[in-house]
């Protein structure tokens, strides 16, 4: 069955947004430092295979999964030389189905969940797939990130930081045209309903905190993930930036 990436050419996406690129792979790097020991790594909406070897380095065995044929192709071909990597196409709700409960020490699910309605049972699955004490690294799109919390203030709308509930970001021609979701949530919810699924919270990030097209242009990419990387752990507290990680452990 046809997936929604498998007509939609990913890597060129990604051709004028190094700066995010190289600040979610140091977020991710900083929150492997947090997990003592990995063995495997399933990574869920692997792509084209971008983020690999910004955890490849501490595992023996790495599933990457993903529901596009093509993704999948583009990321086999990118990473054909690797003995570590083994390809599974799948969607997140039909894992458990080809991958054994309890099977993965690490679980990474990173520009996925703003596809996804239905983030308690995600959780769910991705808690039946990790072993007793795995961790799991989460990246979600921030609904109270400071700019669109100052745009809802302009408004006139004062309570917006206390408003949980998501926002789905289509156009009302995209929804009617039955696209992808692309929701934003907001973090309170998302911490919630990962203690809900059994997860205790290690660590958060504040990530891509400088998503400016004019910053970009007049300042060099290395300086802002310089900046970047002194940023991300204080912003979190504030749910600044517009991207947020979390290093979640399953407890139970």
């Not at 999964?65 to 196409?89: E, G, H």
Request: aromatic share 10%; with cysteine.
């Amino acid at each position: 069955m046809p997936a929604a990436y498998d007509t939609y050419d990913y890597p060129s996406y990604w051709e004028d947004r190094e700066y995010e690129h190289k600040a979610e792979y140091y977020a991710i790097k900083t929150l492997l430092d947090e997990i003592p020991k990995i063995k495997t790594i399933l990574e869920i909406g692997c792509g084209h295979g971008r983020l690999f070897t910004s955890f490849s380095y501490r595992a023996k065995k790495i599933v990457l999964s993903d529901p596009s044929a093509t993704c999948l192709s583009l990321a086999r071909k990118k990473l054909k030389n690797n003995k570590k990597a083994l390809f599974l196409q799948s969607s997140l709700e039909n894992l458990p189905n080809k991958l054994r409960g309890g099977s993965s020490d690490l679980i990474i699910l990173v520009r996925v969940l703003h596809h996804i309605e239905n983030t308690q049972e995600a959780f769910k699955i991705v808690a039946r797939l990790l072993k007793d004490n795995g961790y799991f690294i989460l990246e979600f799109a921030n609904k109270s990130h400071l700019k669109a919390t100052l745009k809802e203030f302009i408004k006139g709308n004062i309570t917006f930081p206390l408003d949980i509930f998501p926002i789905d970001k289509r156009s009302k021609r995209h929804v009617k045209n039955k696209t992808l979701p692309f929701i934003n949530y907001h973090p309170d919810e998302i911490t919630e309903q990962l203690k809900n699924a059994g997860f205790t919270i290690i660590e958060k990030l504040s990530v891509s905190n400088i998503r400016s097209t004019f910053i970009k242009k007049i300042v060099p990419t290395t300086t802002l993930i310089e900046i970047s990387k002194a940023l991300q752990k204080p912003l979190s507290h504030f749910n600044f930036g517009p991207s947020i990680f979390i290093l979640a452990k399953k407890t139970s």
